[in-house]
């Protein structure tokens, strides 16, 4: 499995905590990305009315399509959750609705990737019951004035209310990773807290103005958009912004009132 990047969770205080934090009941559906064993699997199928378990490897996926195949609402998909079609998946089970729970224990190198398709597709899901890389989980759930405030904390407090339930130690894991985990807890946001003109290019103007964030937002305005140095402090003036701050201190309120004045004005 170490192709693939995965440890799999044996700790059950753990498994523990994730089913406690669903708070699961039997009109759920639950969306489990990275089944592994199945380790969390059945202590979900035994509470939820429909499982989708995913899992990328063919070996897995014979295993548990054995292990389960008495649980009549356990369905097992063999293939990569960024190349699967989200919602034809859930229709093999005739469930598209906002009732849908994600768990899942997700690949460290694909984490944001996984988030990003998850929230193109929020409007399915309830909550987001994700283990990340800690580092990771410290980057989702920052505030501005934190050093690892960025542009994924902006994305997810966007589409979320984020909470960092517990770090989780590396030991938790077979094979043992390098680093440890956290488990967060995310409420699907039916409406965004702040409007935007284009949410698309929104996340890719802050992107851009995280990729300068050593910059004033001055600098990193000019760099980010190619305004002159006069317009972009005018720009950030009008949003109510210092032209001297850095992108580390800025709200996603902020963010959103400067986009969308630059948006205005181009």
């Known amino acids: ?94 469930e598209i609705s906002g009732r849908v729970k994600v768990i899942g224990n997700l690949p460290y190198y694909i984490t944001t990737p996984i988030l990003m398709k998850l929230f193109r597709e929020k409007e399915l899901f309830s909550r987001l019951i994700v283990m990340v890389q800690k580092e990771v989980a410290d980057r989702m759930a920052a505030h501005p004035g934190s050093k690892v405030y960025g542009a994924l904390s902006l994305s997810v407090s966007y589409h979320t209310e984020i909470e960092k339930v517990t770090d989780v130690s590396k030991e938790c894991f077979r094979p043992q990773p390098e680093v440890d985990s956290a488990l967060t807890n995310m409420k699907i946001r039916r409406e965004p807290p702040v409007r935007v003109r284009d949410e698309d290019l929104f996340f890719s103007f802050t992107r851009a103005i995280f990729g300068g964030r050593r910059k004033t937002l001055r600098n990193a305005l000019i760099r980010a958009t190619s305004v002159d140095r006069q317009k972009s402090e005018r720009l950030l003036l009008d949003a109510g912004i210092d032209p001297g701050t850095r992108a580390e201190q800025i709200s996603l309120e902020q963010f959103a009132g400067l986009f969308n004045n630059v948006s205005r004005d181009s």
Do not use: W, Y
């Not at 523990?16 to 059945?42: M, Q, Y």
């Open 1 to 94: 499995m170490k192709r693939l990047g995965q440890s799999f969770l044996v700790d059950s205080g753990i498994v523990r905590k994730i089913i406690n934090c669903a708070k699961l009941k039997r009109e759920h559906t639950v969306l489990e990305i990275g089944a592994g064993h199945g380790e969390l699997t059945r202590p979900i199928a035994e509470i939820a009315g429909k499982v989708i378990a995913v899992e990328v490897d063919r070996k897995l996926c014979d295993t548990l399509k054995r292990k389960f195949a008495r649980f009549e609402n356990v369905h097992v998909v063999q293939g990569d959750f960024l190349k699967l079609d989200i919602k034809s998946i859930l229709a093999l089970e005739g």
